[in-house]
């Protein structure tokens, strides 16, 4: 997972979702902060201090200036335990291409400048790309094209589990209430101790809300004091009406390779 700590600018928030995404792949998962020429150094030890807990070892690298790349090469093919494939993905602009040029001398992947007022790159790289890792035993490595918001799992679950912090501490037992939502519960063993628990949080928000917005699209019921009650209309007047039909209309489109619509990342 490659995300830029600046143009664009590190979102926790986005790097969650693009994270919980690629946990569900299943496979072990590298962070690379790029562009680490563009920070001083107490800059980027913050970061790094910052996203550790998080869980994926995070790794400074830079294109330009070389720093971190053998560091990476060796760690892909460490993971790869002779061959395999390593992919790298990410929001566009954040220089997956320019690193897999790096990583791979003589490649010249096109790589565009990142463009305009949102600071998102042009999604010059079109299609996934395989190419031999040398040195890296066997190792192929891919370059994808950058999409910007990938959708969150409908399962809270599923959410909960794509956060090594959360595993971690359920590591030694689980909470009082198999449904626990690890939101301050009573009996909860997860705690609201850590950074990332408020991005859970909101991640969770967002998957309860679509879900909400899901059933009373389908004109169903929802549960209130214990009994089934009919959904009124006067219901989407709460005060997350719009973030949730915002959400939702998120989820329900198809990733869009071009991401050509206009809007806030
Ligand atoms: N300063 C700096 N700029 C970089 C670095 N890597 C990529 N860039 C720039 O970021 C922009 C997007 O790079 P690209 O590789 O196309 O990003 P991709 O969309 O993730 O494949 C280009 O203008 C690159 O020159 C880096 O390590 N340092
Ligand atoms: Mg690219
Ligand atoms: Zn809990």
Redesign the pocket.
Known sequence: M?VALVEPELDPLQLTRFLVTAEAAGVPLQLVL??A??LEPEALAAWVERLGPWGYDPLPV???SGQGVAALRSRLAKNSCGGGIAVLC?P????????LNALVPGLALR????SGRLQR?RH??RHVELHALEQGGGLMVADTP?FNRPALPPDPLQLASAFPEIRQRLEKGGCRFANCRHLDDPGCRVGIDWWRHSLYRRCLEEIESSSQLTRRAQGGTRQRGGREEPLLQAQWRHASRRLGRQELAGELSPPDPEDSTPGPP
Do not use: E, H, M, P
């Open positions: 490659v790029s562009k020429d563009r830079s294109s330009l990410g566009s602009g954040v220089g997956k291409s320019s690193l790589v565009a400048a990142v790159g010059t790289t950058g």
